[in-house]
């Protein structure tokens, strides 16, 4: 059973930094992409971030661009997002989603149950 | 930057067929792929590749994509389809989502 598990969420302030993990388990980590999403309160779903399987490749929403890089771990099954000069728009429940393919641009086609981040002072 | 558009909201009498559009200039030529989302609840894939239903998906969820339409269609509605459905494409390096369609089984 494919398991996303993420953490690292919490209150932070405008202008500060966080790091958001998320543990996989159930599948061959190492053979596919990896994304986060996140979503507002009340509103859609918004793409943040993919890494490739090898993490080799990487891609960021222009929303979010040059301040959040996305990492892997593959010996640890382990898929990590940066954030930094973080502002109140970042706020939203944020999601790890497991891709259907190695290079991303697949379907996502499992999700965890995310982790909250709320930037306010 | 690519967009896709889906409207609002749907509604849907219990056992009728709900359809929901997606809209994006040459949508056709990319594959569509739809998310429900439960209330509380993480999205679930359930259409692929414009017309693939992953595994525990009902056969009442069927999808197509030509033009710039992908549509997904929900045939003999349950009140368990009540959710919010979302659309997304993948263009030059993002995943475009839609805003997002609510349906409602009344």
């Known amino acids: 059973e494919v398991q996303l598990l993420e953490s690292g969420g919490g209150l932070v302030q405008p202008g500060g930094s966080l790091r958001l993990a998320c543990a996989a388990s159930?599948?061959?980590?190492?053979?596919?992409?990896m994304n986060w999403v996140r979503q507002a309160p009340g509103k859609g779903l918004e793409w943040v971030a993919t890494?490739?399987?090898?993490?080799?490749?990487?891609y960021n929403a222009d929303s979010v661009k040059g301040r959040v890089t996305i990492s892997r771990d593959n010996t640890k099954n382990t898929v990590h997002l940066h954030m930094n000069s973080l502002r109140a728009e970042d706020t939203a429940l944020y999601y790890c989603a497991k891709d259907h393919a190695e290079g991303g641009g697949s379907s996502l086609d499992f999700w965890g149950q995310g982790t909250l981040v709320t930037v306010s002072s | 930057s690519y967009e896709l558009t889906q409207p609002p909201s749907v509604s849907v009498s219990p056992g009728q067929t709900a359809s929901i559009t997606c809209s994006g200039d040459k949508l056709g030529d990319k594959y569509a792929y739809w998310y429900q989302q439960r209330p509380g609840q993480s999205p679930v894939l359930v259409i692929y590749q414009d017309n693939q239903r992953p595994s525990g998906i009902p056969e009442r969820f069927s999808g197509s994509n030509s033009g710039n339409t992908a549509s997904l269609t929900i045939s003999g509605t349950e009140a368990t389809d009540e959710a919010d459905y979302y659309c997304q494409a993948w263009d030059s390096g993002t995943y475009v989502f839609g805003p997002g369609t609510k349906v409602t089984v009344l």
């Open positions: 890494i490739s399987a090898s993490g080799a490749t990487r």
């Open positions: 159930g599948f061959t980590f190492s053979s596919y992409a």
